[in-house]
């Protein structure tokens, strides 16, 4: 079974900076890219960043480029998202979800993590 | 950037049939996936490629898209599906996401 346990988030300061992790199990981490995206409360979903299976290739949305950096340890099966500079406009929902090798769409997704920003 | 467009609201009764669209320019060139998200809950993948079920999605969901506009049916709807639905295409690198359709179950 396909598992994806998220961990970190929670309270931080407007400038903070807070890591979120993912721990995958149940598949061959290295096989999969994976990725973030995030829901703001009563909003709908954001695509923010990807990683390649190997690690060497990243994306970032607009939103977030040069204030987050997204990464993976393979030997431990665990995807990152270290995220500093945070703003209102960051406090959502945030979720780790993997891409499917076939039709490129997130066939499994983590429970989320919230993240609040506030001073 | 590339803008896609949901309803934001459908109602249907149990056992009756209700489509779900999403609206994009040339939308067809593009492989739409749709999200099922229930309060609370994470999305799960209803559909890909269109109109592909992933193993799990019961029959009773459907997919289509031509033209501007991909479709999501649900035949036979059960109150189960009430939930929030999302439809998602690749523009490039990056995944876009419509805003999202309410499917409320009378």
């Known amino acids: 079974e396909v598992r994806l346990v998220q961990s970190g988030g929670g309270l931080v300061q407007p400038g903070g900076s807070l890591r979120l992790s993912c721990a995958a199990s149940?598949?061959?981490?290295?096989?999969?890219?994976l990725h973030w995206v995030r829901q703001a409360p009563g909003q709908g979903l954001e695509h923010i960043s990807v990683i390649s299976g190997n690690g060497h290739s990243t994306f970032y949305a607009n939103s977030v480029k040069g204030r987050f950096v997204i990464s993976r340890d393979n030997p431990h099966n665990t995807l990152y998202l270290q995220m500093g500079g945070l703003t209102f406009e960051d406090a959502a929902v945030y979720y780790c979800?993997?891409?499917?090798?076939?039709?490129?769409?997130?066939?499994?997704w983590g429970r989320g993590t919230l993240v609040t920003v506030s001073s | 950037s590339y803008d896609l467009t949901q309803p934001p609201a459908v109602s249907v009764s149990p056992g009756q049939t209700v489509t779900i669209s999403c609206s994009g320019d040339n939308l067809a060139e593009k492989f739409v996936s749709w999200y099922q998200q229930r309060p609370g809950q994470s999305p799960v993948l209803v559909m890909f490629e269109d109109s592909t079920r992933p193993s799990g999605i019961p029959e009773r969901f459907s997919g289509s898209n031509s033209g501007n506009t991909a479709t999501l049916t649900i035949s036979g709807t059960q109150a189960m599906d009430e939930a929030d639905y999302f439809c998602q295409v690749w523009d490039d690198t990056s995944a876009f996401f419509a805003g999202g359709t309410k499917l409320t179950v009378l």
């Open positions: 149940g598949f061959t981490f290295s096989n999969f890219a």
């Open positions: 979800a993997r891409e499917m090798l076939r039709g490129a769409s997130f066939d499994s």
